[in-house]
Nanobody, 127 residues
Framework: VQLVESGGGLVQPRGSLRLSCAAS????????MGWFRQAPGREREGVSC????????YYSPSVKGRFTISRDNAKNTVYLQMNGLKPEDTAVYYC?????????????????????WGQGTPVTVSS
C-alpha cells in the first residue's frame, strides 16, 4: 500500500488548508487512515484518524473544533480540512494507515504500530 499526500504549504495564521491522502489499494474493506504530525525537536503526535467501517474518529485536543477529517472509501482517500490555523500547527504532516488498528490508536504512543506511511507534507503557519 502506498500513501500519497498533497495539500501542504505556507499559510497565514487563521487561514485554512486541506490535506489529501490517497492510498494505492487496500486488501481489506476495513482500515483506519489518518494524520500525524511532527515539528522539529518534538515527538510525532496523532492529529486525527477515521475508520473506514463506521466513520469513527479521533481528534487531538489541540485541533478539535478547528480540523475536520473525512473519507471517500471508493477512492481510498482521506482528507483533513484545517481551519483557524495557528503557528503551533506548523509541522510535517504524515498520512498513516493500518488494516488492524482503529481510530483509538491515533496517538503518539501507538504511531509506530501503523503499517503504512506517506512521505510527509510540510505545513507552515506564519505571517
Amino acid at each position: 500500500v502506498q500513501l500519497v499526500e498533497s495539500g501542504g504549504g505556507l499559510v497565514q495564521p487563521r487561514g485554512s488548508l486541506r490535506l489529501s491522502c490517497a492510498a494505492s489499494a487496500f486488501t481489506s474493506d476495513y482500515f483506519v487512515m489518518g494524520w500525524f504530525r511532527q515539528a522539529p525537536g518534538r515527538e510525532r503526535e496523532g492529529v486525527s484518524c477515521i475508520d473506514s467501517s463506521d466513520g469513527g474518529t479521533y481528534y487531538s485536543p489541540s485541533v478539535k473544533g478547528r480540523f475536520t477529517i473525512s473519507r471517500d472509501n471508493a477512492k481510498n482517500t482521506v482528507y483533513l480540512q484545517m481551519n483557524g490555523l495557528k503557528p503551533e500547527d506548523t509541522a510535517v504532516y504524515y498520512c498513516a494507515a493500518d488494516l488492524v488498528l482503529d481510530h483509538t490508536y491515533c496517538t503518539s504512543t501507538y504511531y509506530p504500530h501503523f503499517s503504512f506511511w506517506g512521505q510527509g507534507t510540510p505545513v507552515t503557519v506564519s505571517s
